[in-house]
């Protein structure tokens, strides 16, 4: 996946510092919380606090992301929108606010509702599923699919495994993300 260069795309201020973090973030993350795997490849996160830490790390790409919406918004939404919109507290719901204010469909909003919800069965259940994707649903899915064979859902039960295979390719879904955001502020820039 190619990166998003920051200077060709003339980034500036707010937008490239919340670009800049986010980006380190997942280098960080999907080398298995370390820099120094970037040289070496990507490391498990074991200890008895696992599934905590993994579900934190998520929250703060989440709210990394979260950030760079709310950048690209100030110069995508109306004036007397983005007040209101920067209170919208779910990452997935403005991502999709953002893309219909454009005009844009937006692909990837059930998948990051799953990872939304896998975060929270980790942090807060240790990784056992308490509960499904809605209301009286009995199945979650997981915010990272089985290798080569789709959604992963689970169980009320189950445990909510996550490699480091599958931290790798949420920290590159997540790059995706970023890259097709900063390509709607470019396309908005191209029209003004």
């Known amino acids: 996946m190619k990166a998003f260069d920051n200077r060709r795309h003339g980034l500036s201020g707010p937008l490239r510092a919340a670009h800049r973090t986010l980006a380190r973030a997942t280098v960080f993350l999907g080398n298995g919380l370390s820099m120094d795997a970037i040289r070496q490849g990507p490391r498990p996160i074991v200890g008895p606090h696992r599934a905590k830490v993994i579900g934190n790390s998520l929250r703060e790409l989440d709210g990394f992301l979260n ?23 779910n990452t997935a719901n403005k991502l999709r606010t953002i893309r219909a204010a454009m005009a844009m ?49 689970l169980g ?11 931290l790798a390719e949420l920290c590159a879904f997540y790059d995706a993300v970023v890259i097709d955001l900063l390509g709607i502020f470019d396309l908005h820039r191209s029209f003004d």
């Open 105 to 153: 469909p937006s692909p990837d909003h059930a998948r990051l509702r799953a990872i939304g919800r896998s975060r929270d069965c980790l942090v807060y259940c240790g990784g056992i599923v308490r509960r499904g994707d809605g209301r009286g649903e009995t199945k979650m899915t997981a915010g990272w699919p089985w290798a080569g064979r789709g959604d992963r859902r």
């Open 156 to 166: 009320m039960g189950d445990r909510l495994d996550i490699g480091r295979e599958n």
């Open 67 to 89: 950030l760079l919406i709310d950048e690209v918004a100030r110069s995508v939404l109306p004036f007397d929108e983005q007040a209101a919109f920067r209170r919208q507290r």
